[in-house]
């Protein structure tokens, strides 16, 4: 939120900012601190990847806004993921690791799905980002480990805790808070009338 606002993306709100961090703590308070903490190598680097994916998103999610005020969702998201593959090409012709692997039906059938399903939240991210302010975009994200949870329960494998309904609540409760402000206003940025039809 804070490059949004550096950047002049977003202009900042308390009750927008209390939001957020309700549902990051809704997160933090479901995920808690690993087992291992950080007195392991292993603790140390998970907590370093948490902590750079986040920012990474948080600057990606920043940097998309021009491209999205002039292109649409769908052509975007197509040319990132065009770029992602002749990254992954590379290198793999530089590590000399094969094209396509040798792999079971279920194991393709697994990659399709998950590459089909994460293709189609990226869109999805671009889509809010042309539309929400990035934090507000952000902040839905953490529907992500709640969801996640919810299955786990569904298919037997966790149980309902009082830990996970208190984070479900300070997650709803914290996207109720950053949107509120949201509801009536259009965000301010230049758009194309043509991306509204992708």
């Known amino acids: ?10 202009t900042f709100r308390a009750m927008k ?10 997160v933090g308070l479901l995920l808690g601190m690993p087992k291992t903490g950080l007195e392991s190598s292993s603790g140390v680097l998970g907590f370093g990847a948490l902590i ?12 998309y806004s021009p491209y999205l005020a002039r292109y649409s969702a769908l052509h975007t998201s197509g040319l990132a993921m065009v770029a992602a593959v002749m990254f992954l090409i590379l290198y793999c012709l530089l590590t ?19 590459g089909l399903s994460s293709g189609l ?16 975009v952000v902040a839905f994200q953490a529907l992500g ?19 996970l309904i208190i984070s479900l609540v300070m997650v ?7 949107m509120r402000m949201q ?15 992708s």
């Open 183 to 197: 509801l009536g206003k259009p965000k301010l940025s230049v758009r194309n009338p043509s991306n509204d039809h």
């Open 96 to 114: 000399s690791q094969p094209l396509l692997p040798s792999a079971s039906a279920v194991q393709w059938a697994n990659v399709c799905f998950i």
């Open 52 to 63: 750079t994916a986040t920012v990474i998103g948080a600057v990606t999610s920043v940097m």
């Open 145 to 163: 480990p709640i969801t996640a949870a919810g299955i786990e329960i569904v298919l037997g494998s966790r149980m309902l805790t009082l830990e």
């Open 172 to 178: 709803i409760t914290g996207l109720s808070l950053a």
């Open 17 to 26: 900012l209390a939001g957020v961090l309700l549902a990051v703590s809704g």
């Open 1 to 10: 939120m804070g490059w949004s606002i550096a950047a002049r993306r977003e």
């Open 121 to 136: 939240g990226y869109f999805c991210w671009l889509w809010a980002l042309a539309r929400l302010e990035p934090s507000r």
